[in-house]
């Protein structure tokens, strides 16, 4: 009954959030056609994959917080599926910058309005940001203590 609970209350929490990210990209995406200022959209479009990517990871990560044991750093798993996600969810920055003109598919993804893809790649960096940080299995300990007790 507890996993249960604690697996409903962050389905709820997730499904607020995404509620009412939505409804306040909606808002901006109004304000961005009668101001045309469209970089606090580009900047919310960027930032709110990534929060919902933490989102979903984050039950696990507390979960195994509380084991109490030694963290380590997956950087494989940054280097090759996190960095390349943050590149394309990057891409509308990336359009703007000097190195937007390096990267030909930025330019597409803007032209055609395809966010899908922008979106995926936001919430897969922001759940392998939290899942690359995994437990060592096995702690290490003294090893002269270990000497001993094999000895003795």
Known sequence: MKRFSRYFISFIIIGVMIYLGLSYKLH???????TYIILPLIRFSFAFPIIIGILLRLPKLIVEIKEKKQWTFDWIKIIVIALPALLIAMSPFLTYTFIGQYFYF?????????????????IIFGYV??????????????SLVNNEKTIH
């Open 129 to 142: 940001l939290l899942d690359s940080l995994i437990i060592d299995r096995e702690v290490k300990t003294d």
């Open 106 to 122: 930025a330019n597409e993804l803007i032209v055609s309005q395809s966010t899908l893809l922008i979106t995926i790649g936001g």
């Open 28 to 34: 901006l995406e109004k304000e961005a056609s009668t």
